[in-house]
């Protein structure tokens, strides 16, 4: 979708919000798969109401990008414009057990700066890509830790009321891979709480788990992480991978070799290989086990 109207324009450049005309979201997921359209980028959160009152006036929808580590977005133009926040500097500021984290913040960076303040907590999620409020936004988990225990405070654009709000963290409910946040919300900054531990012991704790996740999961290859949620108490790796299906193929979209639950692009695959892939395996789970699987990986198609 692209943004012509000079009116439209000269506002965005008002209200301090960057247009990247016709830009390629292939290059912004991990997957490296998408299609093209106008990407608006948010150097002020207060601008954000002002943004989204003259993008509803214009009846131009939209969707929210964050590191798009676990998204797979539909090919061709697409109908929506993306919005990305910009990340600011610093992005994590440290008030004694207390980080206050902007959401567009590398995650694994924001790991490491708190390990290296003597903060810890989060080892089991280093390795895994993508922004602070992504992980936030799907209570992303690891090695029995999940980002949503340590969480004291969001800030949040509500679409639903239009306005900048601050949650508690106990007003979230944080579960597995799900949080309360309504899906267009838009994550802004958090404050976490973590524990205190000496660098050294953090740094353990992260050499055991880049280890672990090293030797299970196809790290140097385009994927976009697991695809499916597991069921209560089964793994889907394990499940595709006892079907056989590690390799199986459509184009360049492919289970991975290495963790079956992970699809990777393989070369250029296409978001309809992918998802040809993911509705194939999906059955085929589906008539040996009956089990229904639900994706994890967010998908935004047309
Ligand atoms: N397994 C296989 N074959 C495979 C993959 C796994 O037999 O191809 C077996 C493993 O040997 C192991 C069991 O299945 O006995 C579980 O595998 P793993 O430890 O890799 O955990 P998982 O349940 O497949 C979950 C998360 C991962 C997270 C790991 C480590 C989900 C959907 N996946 O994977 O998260 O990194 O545990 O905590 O919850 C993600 O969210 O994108 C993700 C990758």
Redesign the pocket.
Known sequence: MRIRDPGIVAKLAEIRVELRQGTALAGLTSLGIGGTTDLLRIKNHKSLPDLLKLLDANHIPHEFLGGGSNLLVGDGELPWVVLQLVRPEPDVVLDGNFAHVDAAADLGRMITFCAKNNLGGMEGLIGVPGTVGGALRMNAG??GMQIGSYVREVQLYRAAGRKIEVLRGDQISFEY?HTSFAPDDMMLTVILELPSKPFKVILEGIRICNEKRRS??PLGQKSA??I???PPGA????MI?ELGL?GLSVGDARVSDR???FFVNAGHASARDMLTLISDVRERVQKTYGVSLEN?VVVWNA
Do not use: I, L
């Open positions: 690891a090695y891979r299970s999961q992480g697991c499916f949620k597991n793994s889907v790796g394990r991978d590690k963790h079956a639950n994890e």
